[in-house]
């Protein structure tokens, strides 16, 4: 996966220069300004590459050089569409390599902070050696109930799922 071996390099370069969670932080930042009209733009085939360069490098003035080289070595190689997998995938390596799990809790509106505690509460001992970065997501199809995804795992709680698994056992 073309994605995985950009990650896996810009991740060894960040881990050299002691930059990760730097470069964590623009992948973050960048994929909000990356718009679609934005990537259309790089995706021109009237402006060279070099006018790409000259684009990335003025929009990204601010950030640190190595990471705006990054990017202009997407554009040499036709990936600059392929930053938000690269991206994804970035953020995948840190959370593997410091030992943290992300863990996506679905329900129908957004739970309380005193009803987030209690989930993280018992996450925590479920994964008692790993760092948590739990995050409420809504999801009105739900009905009721709770579900929660992590590492391509769900645990289901909803009421939707309860009345599935009713209807089939009927």
Known sequence: MIALEYAN??????????????FNEYFVTILETFTDDFIKLLEL???TKNEKKDIIR???????KTFVNFLCVLVDNDRITDFKGIGHQYRKL???NKNIIRIDVFSVKELSEKQMNTIIATL?????DKELEVKNMVNPDLI????????GESIDMSLKSTLERLKESL
């Open 144 to 151: 009721g109930g709770i579900q929660i995804v992590y590492n």
């Open 9 to 22: 390099a810009i991740y060894d370069i960040a881990q050299e220069e002691k930059k990760i969670d730097l």
């Open 94 to 96: 840190v959370r593997k």
């Open 58 to 64: 003025k929009v990204y003035k601010s950030i640190d």
């Open 124 to 128: 925590k001992t479920k994964f008692k």
């Open 45 to 47: 085939p009237t402006i």
